[in-house]
């Protein structure tokens, strides 16, 4: 009997330390992730990218939540503040196109969101921007990120991006 409670603290020990290593190590990866640069974000993958942005938005006064890996009809993140937000984040090499924002715009009335984005470290194709700028998507390129990234780093501010 006493060597079975002896096993039961010691798995209960064992299982409170891998917790606490890994709440380091995601303390750790938030730091990392929120002191990165456009150079370090094009070394990210695509799931780094989304928790990237996620720390920079609830640095606007977002509160965020991360959907899951599959069936997020078309969003990564949701965004509430003063009114719904859906997000696609895309962390490219190449230039992101129409899909992307397809995707958001349908994510827009499934999350019964008011405002739509994609977010991503490259640039738009030319049918991307057009589609957006018929739907109503907010497209957020290279340029606008990095001034989003900058305006954090300089003044802290909480003030919400679309207003």
């Known amino acids: ?17 891998d917790v606490q290593k890994r709440n380091k190590a995601l303390l750790e990866l938030e730091e990392k992730l929120s002191k990165a640069g456009i150079n370090e974000i094009d070394e990210m993958t695509g799931v780094e990218f989304e928790h990237y942005l996620s720390i920079l938005l609830k640095k606007y006064g977002y509160q965020v939540r991360i959907t899951p890996g599959s069936n997020d009809f078309g969003a990564d993140l949701i965004l509430e503040g003063s009114e719904r937000v859906v997000v696609q984040a895309k962390r490219y090499k190449r230039k ?18 008011k405002e739509a984005w994609v977010i991503t470290n490259n640039y ?40």
Do not use: C, H, P, W
Request: hydrophobic share 50%; glycine share 2%; no cysteine.
């Open 1 to 17: 009997m006493l060597i079975a409670v002896i096993i039961v603290l010691m798995t209960i020990l064992i299982m409170i330390n």
């Open 96 to 113: 992101v196109g129409i899909k992307a924002v397809q995707e958001i715009n349908s994510a827009r009335t499934y999350y019964k969101a």
């Open 124 to 163: 738009f194709s030319s049918q991307a921007m057009e589609l957006a700028d018929s739907t109503g998507v907010k497209l957020f390129d290279r340029n606008e990120l990095v001034n989003l990234i900058l305006l954090i780093s300089t003044n802290s501010s909480s003030s919400r991006i679309a207003e």
